[in-house]
């Protein structure tokens, strides 16, 4: 099936609590010129540029894009579900330092995209062929991109904690949903590690509501969708990998990597296809 590049229909906004900052803050959605590609804008500072990986970079537990006081966090999510129905263009705003995480999963986010609607055009749209192996290796976690079809995401899980353990999670768009496979899965974290977070000032604003909280006996809340874990960290993959701005032709695996490792993927992508 050929690809071509679309747009939304219409513009959207939802507004939230940022979890790092604790601001009211409102994500707008909207349409761009065909070719465009994802522009984002500090709509409270007056600043915009690509979001695109030259623009972006990993952050602590989150991609961040833009430079300095200007910088917005946690936009992965929103990137996945643009993916997920195919925009290749769009007008993105934002009032404050970061894409809120709603309930911690891309189902708002997509809910939003379909709430707009999708403008598809007749522009053709080149997907990124992986044509030889890349490979980012660190330690006992690897990220690899193959090349091969069907398209599919993989990623194992494996964490030290007795209610996450080793999970694996395996996604083929051309046969699967993102809306039933992924979207449902909400960011996770440790109750450990939401402690040392809010102590470091990264989140003043964290809470059962936006991401499923780990205990060292259970789960704040039983997961939508079985592998919820390793999908969550499918939806972070997809989401980095799409700073690269067109869908990938190929197979890639990941065991237990996180967005520094999808950024570095993403870049040497991005020099193959050069």
């Known amino acids: 099936m050929e690809l071509t590049r679309a747009t939304l229909g219409s513009t959207v906004s939802a507004s939230d609590i940022g979890v790092r900052s604790g601001r009211q803050i409102t994500l707008t959605l909207g349409p761009a010129e065909i070719g465009a590609g994802l522009r984002i804008e500090r709509a409270d500072l007056g600043e915009r540029w690509p979001l695109d990986l030259a623009h972006s970079a990993a952050g602590p537990g ?10 917005v966090a946690y936009v992965e999510h929103l990137l996945a579900a643009l993916w997920a129905r195919g925009i290749t263009d769009c007008a993105i705003a934002v009032d404050g330092p970061e894409v809120p995480l709603f309930d911690g999963s891309a189902m708002p986010l997509l809910d939003l995209i379909d709430e707009a609607g999708v403008a598809r055009s007749g522009a053709a749209l080149e997907a990124l062929d992986v044509t030889e192996p890349a490979l980012v ?39 699967e949903t993102f809306a039933e496979k992924l979207a449902p899965a909400r960011t996770f974290i440790t109750i450990e590690e939401a402690e040392a977070a809010r102590e470091a000032g990264l989140l003043a604003a964290g809470s059962e509501r936006n991401c499923l909280i780990i205990y060292p006996d259970h789960c704040s809340e039983e997961p939508a969708i079985p592998q919820a874990y390793a999908r969550h960290k499918l939806v972070d993959l997809i989401g980095d990998l799409y700073l690269l701005g067109r869908p990938i032709t190929g197979r890639i695996f990941a065991f237990h990597t996180g967005h520094r490792h999808n950024h570095e993927l993403a870049q040497m992508l991005a020099d193959m296809c050069a």
């Open 62 to 71: 989150c991609t961040t894009t833009g430079e300095g006081e200007a910088a």
């Open 137 to 175: 290796v660190d330690g006992e976690r690897a990220l690899c991109a193959i090349p091969g079809e069907p398209v599919e995401f993989a990623y194992s899980l494996e964490y030290d904690h007795p209610v996450i353990g080793r999970q694996f999670a395996s996604f083929r768009p051309g046969s």
